[in-house]
């Protein structure tokens, strides 16, 4: 089988030639169709995890993957949830044994999985599973609720859209932080402010329009050395959540703030819920560039150059 694959840290991605890989116990073999692309792709082969999880190479990249099941390990599917020919999605990503999305076939654990609704393609299902479980997880980790002010830095591209159409969606009043280009798309998915971080310093802007403060901030860009700003924007008990460990909880619960790191779980739960809410119109995740295959070293270099306004899915023939 064709796949994606790194063959040692800090190496080019290059399209293999693979044996189809065959499911465990627990596990699924899942003929891709499409594979969603994330920042945290190539920050694996960056070293994001060195040092706390061994890494096999090669190593297939990605997490994110919507396909048709194939085959079950022995013994048994887990609760026989999945026979061969249904369409799931979900995360399969495990450096330790080598495996990611970006191949022809992957394989992952069944309770990883989520069902595939009818009307739901491929393609838009690649794009739920780590931006939208993110958005869902940190949205809660926040505790906001109907008419509080959150603040999502760094609303451009896909958690940072899910995070304000699921906040929006709850009665919360967004700010999104973003540049000009997309400063419309976020209004049209539901943030009542938009704040242009080209033009100034994002906590600047923000305490000039909220002086009393804010209540709550998913921060999806800042990391250690400049994240105090943005909590400082907070008042009394709010919360910030951070994407990039950046939050030092007992610092910020020393100046009476709440902090947490947290990372995308994509529990089945979640992305059903997800795909429900997309198949209803209730959540839009915009895929602004579709890639095949071979072209994933290409689509991971245009996100890491920042030019993604949405969701990068590579299609697999």
């Known amino acids: 089988m064709r796949a994606v694959v790194a063959t040692d840290f800090h190496t080019e991605p290059t399209l293999a030639d693979l044996p189809v890989p065959e499911p465990g116990p627990g596990e699924v073999l899942v003929k891709i169709a499409a594979a969603g692309v994330n920042p945290f792709d190539w920050k694996v082969v960056e070293g994001a995890m060195r040092g706390s999880v061994h890494h096999e190479f090669p190593l297939v990249l990605g997490s994110d993957g919507a396909g048709t099941v194939v085959s079950a390990g022995e013994p048994g599917l887990e ?3 999945f026979e061969p020919g249904d369409r799931v999605f979900g995360q399969f990503m495990d450096v330790k044994l080598g495996r990611g999305s970006y191949a022809e076939y ?33 949205v809660e980790g926040t505790g906001a609720g109907p008419g509080q002010t959150l ?44 704040v242009d971080f080209t033009a100034g310093p994002t906590a ?25 700003p ?16 950046a939050v030092d909880a007992d610092a910020f619960a020393a100046k009476g703030l709440r902090g947490s790191n947290l990372y995308a779980n994509a529990r089945p739960g979640t992305l059903a819920s997800l795909a429900e809410s997309v198949q209803r119109g209730q959540i839009r995740f915009l895929i602004d560039h579709e890639a095949p ?24 023939a």
């Open 79 to 81: 609760d026989a949830r």
């Open 106 to 138: 992957a394989i992952t654990k069944a309770a990883k999985l989520a069902r595939l609704p009818d009307k739901l393609d491929f393609a838009t299902a690649a794009a739920i599973p780590t931006a939208g479980a993110a958005a869902h997880d940190f």
């Open 151 to 194: 603040l999502v830095n760094g609303a451009s591209g896909g958690v940072g859209q899910a995070a304000v159409q699921l906040a929006a969606a709850q009665g919360i009043r967004v700010i999104a932080t973003t540049d000009p280009d997309t400063a419309a798309l976020l209004r049209d998915l539901g943030a009542a402010e938009t």
């Open 204 to 228: 600047d802007q923000v305490r000039a329009a909220h002086p009393d403060g804010i209540d709550a901030v998913v921060d999806l860009v800042s990391g250690p050395a400049d994240i105090e």
């Open 230 to 245: 943005i909590a400082l924007l907070l008042k009394p008990n709010g919360a910030i959540v951070s994407s990039n460990g």
């Open 293 to 316: 295959l071979e072209e994933a070293a290409a689509a991971l270099d245009r996100l890491k150059a920042g030019r993604s306004r949405g969701k990068t899915v590579l299609t697999v």
